[in-house]
């Protein structure tokens, strides 16, 4: 029976008005619905006005199976008032709610439902485990994913496939790789999921040979790579600039008969653009069977600002204007090279559009965990109750890095303004408010980790380096791209990002 078929069926019946329908057809109804991406939320809310009519609205079952449906169609504000509608809950409906917030990336929601969970005596199963572990990874909520680890073990909650996985990804998304390595080595099967887990970690950890390797041991073990484990392979190099061997894999790849995805292609774009090869690059993407998509397209734009090379630079920039007209990145990249080679007619033309569209760019936007809650700060936003503090502690750090003799690299500040107010706009990223917070609220050795949604300026990079040295704190970044970690003035990355 196909996903369709119930809804189709339940169709049938409500037009001929017989038989009438109990709670375990409109159970199986809107899990139906729940499979299809494209059309599940517009047929589930139809489905739900004959759950009311027929007078199941308050059927447990009926109401999980509606809770499960927002969710996954990602309408959390409707899932929450069938949720606080529901008289009685079992552990399905707190994993089902726990689950839409933490898809949605409601971090410090999911994790405050869980705790209220625990309170009214439900036992959390695997389901609701993997929701959990999988917020901590997505917010890099490492004491809380270490605590939820150790609940697993105490309650004796079966740590199968699943569960090992999502803790093997999530260990890595938080930077304790040694921990990620440890959980996976012990799994006594793995699946084509577990090892793309593990190669993808340590690629974005920096740690490319030891994910090649791993990639050789799962050929070896005569598991099937999946789409997921060659992004992750192609990843690895573009991450460690191992252009020969990127090429090398790729090659092997389409030997085997793979059908490249634009992932695929995307990452060997950006292997090529790392290095710095703009031309092999473009080749490589006018050569595409695939009509590149706006993220390759970007990626190449990317490569051209870094090298200042205008003429290409332009021309994928007003493509990529025309292709996504309401996407403030594109905008915000064209400016970016027309102020990387000094134009600054340019650059104010293409922000005058911006802003006779009304666009606004994404601020940049930084969290760290601190005693179990997630504390996120926006670029020159000074609303968190503690930002007295934390601007003593930014001014503490301004005057020990200067101190070193580092020179803000304010040609990152992509702006005509004069350069003091390049310092300032720098000293305010986002990221610097969050390690300055983590400085004020945590000792040593305790490991400052942080997530940025934006990459890393380069001048915050070097600040960072010169912050962990200066402190003696191991500093963990992790960006848009990469991870980050800073330990006695130097990075993971080897200044290759």
């Known amino acids: 029976m196909s996903s369709n078929e119930p809804l189709l069926i339940f169709k049938k019946l409500v037009k001929r008005n017989y038989p009438k329908p109990n709670s375990f057809t409109l159970v199986f109804v809107l899990k139906s619905c729940s499979f299809s991406i494209l059309t599940g939320f517009s047929e589930g809310i139809q489905v739900h006005k004959h759950v009311v ?28 008032k069938v949720f606080d509608e529901m008289s009685e809950r079992n552990v399905v409906a707190w994993s089902a709610m726990i689950s839409g917030y933490s898809r949605l990336g409601m971090v410090n929601e999911c994790f405050g439902l869980f705790r209220e969970m625990q309170k009214t005596g439900v036992v959390p199963d695997k389901v609701t485990m993997v929701s959990v572990i999988s917020a901590c990874a997505m917010s890099a909520a490492l004491d809380l994913g270490r605590w939820v680890h150790s609940y697993i073990d105490k309650r004796s909650i079966e740590n199968d496939l699943e569960l090992s996985t999502a803790l093997v990804n999530m260990y890595a998304k938080c930077g304790y790789v040694e921990k990620a390595i440890e959980v996976f080595e012990a799994m006594p099967f793995k699946d084509a999921k577990a090892w793309s887990s593990m190669i993808v970690g340590l690629a974005v950890n920096g740690l490319a040979e030891y994910a090649l390797v791993t990639f050789s041991r799962m050929n070896k073990a005569k598991v099937e790579p999946n789409h997921v484990t060659l992004v992750g392979v192609l990843m690895a190099c573009a991450h460690s600039g191992l252009v020969s061997e990127g090429k090398r894999y790729w090659a092997s790849m389409i030997e085997s008969g793979v059908e490249p995805s634009l992932e695929h292609y995307g990452c060997m774009v950006d292997l090529l653009c790392r290095s710095n090869l703009i031309d092999e690059a473009y080749s490589f993407v006018e050569a595409m069977p695939l009509a590149p998509c706006p993220a390759i397209l970007r990626t190449l734009l990317v490569g051209c600002k870094k090298n200042k090379i205008l003429d290409k630079g332009e021309v994928l920039g007003q493509h990529l204007i025309e292709l996504e007209p309401w996407n403030a990145e594109n905008y915000i990249l064209l400016s970016s090279l027309y102020a990387s080679v000094s134009d600054w007619e340019e650059m104010r033309h293409v922000r005058k559009q911006m802003k006779d569209k009304g666009i606004k760019a994404m601020p940049g936007c930084s969290s760290i965990e601190v005693d179990g809650f997630m504390h996120e700060f926006v670029m020159g936003d000074w609303s968190h109750p503690e930002a007295k503090e934390i601007k003593e502690v930014l001014r503490d750090i301004s005057q020990r890095v200067y101190s070193t003799g580092h020179e803000p690299w304010i040609a990152t500040i992509l702006h005509n303004v004069s350069d003091e107010e390049k310092e300032i706009a720098l000293c305010e990223h986002s990221e610097r408010l969050a390690i300055a917070f983590g400085l004020l609220k945590t000792k040593a050795p305790t490991v400052i980790r942080i997530v940025k949604n934006l990459r890393v300026c380069r001048d915050c990079h070097e600040v960072t380096k010169i912050i962990s040295r200066l402190y003696n704190r191991e500093i963990i970044v992790r960006d848009r791209v990469r991870f980050h970690r800073f330990v006695n003035g130097a990075c993971s990355c080897r200044d290759f990002w």
């Not at 609205?57 to 169609?73: A, D, E, H, M, W």
């Open 53 to 80: 009519q027929c007078g199941y609205g308050r059927n447990l079952f009926v109401q999980t199976s509606l809770l499960n449906l927002y969710g996954k169609c990602e309408e959390i504000g409707l899932a929450e």
